[in-house]
């Protein structure tokens, strides 16, 4: 199977930047796609941004797109969400998250089936 571990979150002041990393593990060989996702206190979880694991492809949430960049470090089996000009309403708990078992568009945010523990992201005004 496939592990994640997520790592990075912390406390920055609106308009800052912040790293989040996903270090997967496991049988990777079988992942088709890697998404971030985040959620907030009393909210559902809000699909972020997505990558192909084998590719160039990425997509993004409108919320996040020309700030946020998805990227990954093949060699070290590892996906990052770079967050620049960030805002209060960004503050989640971010989840890497792999999907495995489908073949689909990264438009396409659902089918994603193996979750990291999370990590806090918090932006202060």
């Known amino acids: 199977q496939v592990q994640l571990v997520e790592s990075g979150g912390g406390l920055v002041q609106a308009g800052g930047s912040l790293i989040v990393s996903c270090a997967a593990s496991g049988r990777t060989f079988s992942i088709n796609d890697m998404g971030w996702y985040r959620q907030a206190p009393g909210k559902e979880r809000e699909f972020v941004a997505a990558?192909?694991?084998?590719?160039?492809?990425?997509y993004y949430a409108d919320s996040v797109k020309g700030r946020f960049t998805i990227s990954r470090d093949n060699a070290k089996n590892t996906v990052y969400l770079h967050m620049n000009s960030l805002k209060p309403e960004d503050t989640a708990v971010y989840y890497c998250?792999?999907?495995?078992?489908?073949?689909?568009?990264?438009?396409?945010?659902?089918?994603?089936?193996?979750w990291g523990q999370g990590t806090q992201v918090a932006v202060s005004s």
């Open positions: 998250a792999a999907r495995t078992h489908t073949i689909a568009a990264l438009t396409t945010t659902g089918g994603y089936d193996v």
């Open positions: 990558l192909r694991w084998s590719g160039d492809s990425t």
